[in-house]
Protein backbone atom coordinates (compact mmCIF):
# COMPACT_ATOMS: atom_id res chain seq x y z
CA UNK A 1 0.00 0.00 0.00
CA UNK A 2 2.54 2.57 1.04
CA UNK A 3 4.69 1.87 -2.49
CA UNK A 4 1.47 1.98 -4.52
CA UNK A 5 1.56 5.69 -2.50
CA UNK A 6 4.62 6.83 -3.15
CA UNK A 7 4.64 5.76 -6.78
CA UNK A 8 1.16 7.80 -7.46
CA UNK A 9 2.48 10.99 -5.17
CA UNK A 10 5.53 10.56 -7.23
CA UNK A 11 3.56 10.73 -10.94
CA UNK A 12 1.46 13.58 -9.55
CA UNK A 13 4.37 15.49 -8.85
CA UNK A 14 6.54 14.66 -11.87
CA UNK A 15 3.44 15.49 -13.98
CA UNK A 16 2.96 19.38 -12.56
CA UNK A 17 6.71 19.52 -12.35
CA UNK A 18 6.78 21.11 -16.25
CA UNK A 19 3.46 23.43 -15.36
CA UNK A 20 5.42 24.89 -12.66
CA UNK A 21 8.75 24.88 -14.46
CA UNK A 22 6.98 26.62 -17.53
CA UNK A 23 5.77 29.67 -16.21
CA UNK A 24 7.71 32.30 -16.40
CA UNK A 25 7.90 35.48 -15.07
CA UNK A 26 6.33 39.01 -16.11
CA UNK A 27 8.80 41.38 -16.48
CA UNK A 28 6.11 44.55 -16.59
CA UNK A 29 7.83 47.08 -18.59
CA UNK A 30 6.33 50.83 -17.71
CA UNK A 31 6.56 54.21 -19.60
CA UNK A 32 10.00 56.13 -18.13
CA UNK A 33 9.26 59.33 -16.52
CA UNK A 34 11.49 62.41 -17.23
CA UNK A 35 13.12 64.81 -14.37
CA UNK A 36 11.95 67.39 -13.58
CA UNK A 37 14.08 69.82 -16.00
CA UNK A 38 14.66 67.44 -18.27
CA UNK A 39 14.21 68.53 -22.31
CA UNK A 40 12.34 65.58 -24.11
CA UNK A 41 11.40 65.32 -27.89
CA UNK A 42 10.08 61.83 -28.10
CA UNK A 43 7.17 60.22 -27.60
CA UNK A 44 7.66 57.71 -23.92
CA UNK A 45 5.27 55.23 -25.14
CA UNK A 46 6.44 54.50 -28.10
CA UNK A 47 9.73 54.42 -26.43
CA UNK A 48 8.21 51.58 -23.89
CA UNK A 49 6.81 49.34 -26.73
CA UNK A 50 10.29 50.08 -28.61
CA UNK A 51 11.83 48.96 -24.95
CA UNK A 52 9.61 45.83 -24.46
CA UNK A 53 9.90 44.32 -27.95
CA UNK A 54 13.78 44.82 -27.33
CA UNK A 55 13.70 42.96 -23.79
CA UNK A 56 11.49 40.57 -25.73
CA UNK A 57 14.26 39.85 -28.19
CA UNK A 58 17.12 39.49 -25.51
CA UNK A 59 14.87 38.04 -22.60
CA UNK A 60 11.79 36.76 -23.86
CA UNK A 61 12.97 32.89 -22.76
CA UNK A 62 13.17 34.03 -19.21
CA UNK A 63 10.14 36.34 -19.13
CA UNK A 64 6.92 37.33 -20.20
CA UNK A 65 7.73 40.88 -21.50
CA UNK A 66 4.40 43.18 -21.18
CA UNK A 67 2.97 46.29 -20.21
CA UNK A 68 0.57 45.72 -18.16
CA UNK A 69 0.50 43.16 -15.22
CA UNK A 70 -1.18 40.07 -16.25
CA UNK A 71 -3.91 39.16 -13.65
CA UNK A 72 -2.79 35.15 -12.78
CA UNK A 73 0.80 35.62 -12.64
CA UNK A 74 2.57 34.04 -9.71
CA UNK A 75 5.68 36.15 -9.93
CA UNK A 76 5.94 40.05 -11.35
CA UNK A 77 8.74 42.41 -11.61
CA UNK A 78 7.65 46.01 -12.30
CA UNK A 79 10.91 47.89 -14.48
CA UNK A 80 10.06 51.73 -13.97
CA UNK A 81 12.69 54.34 -14.91
CA UNK A 82 13.49 57.79 -15.45
CA UNK A 83 14.97 59.71 -18.03
CA UNK A 84 17.59 62.21 -15.90
CA UNK A 85 19.32 64.05 -18.87
CA UNK A 86 19.43 63.99 -22.79
CA UNK A 87 21.76 65.14 -25.39
CA UNK A 88 20.78 65.95 -28.77
CA UNK A 89 23.34 64.43 -31.22
CA UNK A 90 25.60 66.72 -33.78
CA UNK A 91 25.51 64.81 -36.82
CA UNK A 92 28.80 66.98 -37.95
CA UNK A 93 30.28 66.83 -35.17
CA UNK A 94 29.62 62.30 -35.27
CA UNK A 95 31.41 62.98 -38.91
CA UNK A 96 34.35 65.01 -38.19
CA UNK A 97 35.31 63.78 -35.36
CA UNK A 98 34.22 59.98 -35.82
CA UNK A 99 31.20 58.94 -33.61
CA UNK A 100 32.42 55.40 -33.50
CA UNK A 101 34.16 54.05 -30.19
CA UNK A 102 34.56 57.58 -28.65
CA UNK A 103 30.39 58.38 -29.14
CA UNK A 104 31.49 62.21 -30.11
CA UNK A 105 28.08 63.86 -31.58
CA UNK A 106 25.74 60.72 -30.48
CA UNK A 107 22.34 61.49 -28.82
CA UNK A 108 22.63 60.41 -25.16
CA UNK A 109 20.48 59.95 -22.35
CA UNK A 110 21.26 59.56 -18.64
CA UNK A 111 18.68 56.70 -17.54
CA UNK A 112 17.92 55.92 -13.61
CA UNK A 113 16.03 52.45 -13.85
CA UNK A 114 14.80 50.54 -10.90
CA UNK A 115 13.19 46.49 -10.70
CA UNK A 116 10.66 46.17 -7.79
CA UNK A 117 8.48 42.63 -7.47
CA UNK A 118 4.58 43.12 -6.96
CA UNK A 119 4.69 44.11 -3.60
CA UNK A 120 6.72 46.75 -4.06
CA UNK A 121 10.44 45.64 -2.85
CA UNK A 122 12.98 47.32 -5.25
CA UNK A 123 15.34 44.21 -6.22
CA UNK A 124 17.50 46.10 -8.50
CA UNK A 125 18.60 49.51 -9.59
CA UNK A 126 21.12 51.39 -12.02
CA UNK A 127 21.59 54.69 -13.92
CA UNK A 128 23.27 54.24 -17.28
CA UNK A 129 23.96 56.41 -20.28
CA UNK A 130 23.24 55.19 -23.59
CA UNK A 131 24.09 56.26 -26.79
CA UNK A 132 22.10 56.35 -30.34
CA UNK A 133 22.82 53.22 -32.55
CA UNK A 134 25.50 53.48 -34.91
CA UNK A 135 22.59 52.91 -37.74
CA UNK A 136 19.42 54.62 -37.93
CA UNK A 137 16.12 53.18 -36.89
CA UNK A 138 12.86 53.50 -38.26
CA UNK A 139 11.03 55.42 -35.32
CA UNK A 140 13.48 58.36 -35.07
CA UNK A 141 11.35 60.45 -35.02
CA UNK A 142 8.89 59.79 -32.27
CA UNK A 143 11.70 57.86 -30.42
CA UNK A 144 15.22 59.29 -31.39
CA UNK A 145 18.16 56.99 -32.11
CA UNK A 146 17.92 55.74 -28.61
CA UNK A 147 14.86 52.60 -28.84
CA UNK A 148 17.56 50.09 -29.70
CA UNK A 149 19.90 51.40 -27.10
CA UNK A 150 17.43 52.04 -24.28
CA UNK A 151 16.23 48.40 -24.41
CA UNK A 152 19.62 46.61 -25.38
CA UNK A 153 21.52 48.54 -21.93
CA UNK A 154 18.07 47.69 -19.87
CA UNK A 155 18.53 43.74 -20.57
CA UNK A 156 22.22 43.25 -20.41
CA UNK A 157 21.68 45.01 -16.70
CA UNK A 158 18.88 43.29 -15.73
CA UNK A 159 20.87 39.75 -16.07
CA UNK A 160 22.74 41.37 -13.03
CA UNK A 161 19.60 41.21 -11.31
CA UNK A 162 20.11 37.11 -11.13
CA UNK A 163 15.74 37.32 -11.28
CA UNK A 164 15.88 33.94 -12.87
CA UNK A 165 18.44 30.44 -12.44
Known amino acids: MFKRMALIIFVVTLG ?39 LMGKDGTQFDVVPDAPPNQSRIYLLDGEVMEWH ?49 NIHSKSVGQLAQSFGDKIAERLKEAKLVP
Open 88 to 136: AGNRAERLVLGGGATGKGRETAKIHYWLTDKEGKRLFEHTDTIRQAFLG
Open 16 to 54: LMPVRAQEKPALVVHAFTLASDVKWPYDMKQLQTEAIAA
